[in-house]
T-cell receptor, first 109, second 112 residues
Framework: RKEVEQDPGPFNVPEGATVAFNCTYS??????FFWYRQDCRKEPKLLMS???SGNEDGRFTAQLNRASQYISLLIRDSKLSDSATYLC??????????FGAGTRLFVKA | NAGVTQTPKFQVLKTGQSMTLQCAQD?????MYWYRQDPGMGLRLIYY???????DKGEVPNGYNVSRLNKREFSLRLESAAPSQTSVYFC???????????FGSGTRLTVV
């Protein structure tokens, strides 16, 4: 079992749709959680940290469920510019940070 | 707004050649990292430097060496390149462990 697992997609959604990604992690001692966005042939960029209480940044909402060991990312009112690969990232302590393989999102007009 | 600067952006090597990838950050971050990214796989940690003067192996260190030259700079060296090292390499930095990363723009390396 991979330490961090994501549905690779692709998710194909129309503009204005709401889309949700889930990510599961295997290490119950994991301490910090993030979502990154990576455009084609570009570097990953930090989208948001994920806190136990959940957090929101504009159209993006991240949730953490420690009991079930998953994190989620919800994107509302999808834009064409949201098309990218979304990486789930889990820090299991110290400098051990595990990146998921990513979920591809295509938003179409 | 430089952030993390990596050079070169592209490189083609012949098997057995050596090269050094350079990385510098201007955010006064303590920690720096080298990752490789291969199709269908997540980023994998090659080496990291928790702070100036320290380096440690990551998940896939074989065939690589690193130097933390000062707080700003962290280089990755391939002593004898192999085709299995064909990949995209990213340098990253963070304030400390457990914090989010800022990545450089990557180096696309092909070993023939």
């Amino acid at each position: 079992r991979k330490e961090v697992e994501q549905d690779p997609g692709p998710f194909n959604v129309p503009e204005g749709a709401t889309v949700a990604f889930n990510c599961t992690y295997s290490n119950s001692a994991s301490q910090s959680f993030f979502w990154y966005r990576q455009d084609c042939r570009k570097e990953p960029k930090l989208l948001m940290s994920v806190y136990s209480s959940g957090n929101e940044d504009g159209r993006f909402t991240a949730q953490l469920n420690r009991a079930s060991q998953y994190i989620s990312l919800l994107i509302r009112d999808s834009k064409l510019s949201d098309s990218a690969t979304y990486l789930c990232v889990v820090n299991t302590g110290g400098f051990k940070t595990i990146f998921g393989a990513g979920t591809r999102l295509f938003v179409k007009a | 707004n430089a952030g993390v600067t990596q050079t070169p952006k592209f490189q083609v090597l012949k098997t057995g050649q050596s090269m050094t990838l350079q990385c510098a950050q201007d955010m006064n971050h303590n920690s720096m990292y080298w990752y490789r990214q291969d199709p269908g796989m997540g980023l994998r940690l090659i080496y990291y430097s928790a702070s100036e003067g320290t380096t440690d192996k990551g998940e896939v260190p074989n065939g690589y060496n690193v130097s933390r030259l000062n707080k700003r700079e962290f280089s990755l060296r391939l002593e004898s390149a192999a085709p299995s090292q064909t990949s995209v390499y990213f340098c990253a930095s963070s304030e400390d462990r457990g914090y989010g990363y800022t990545f450089g723009s990557g180096t696309r390396l092909t070993v023939v």
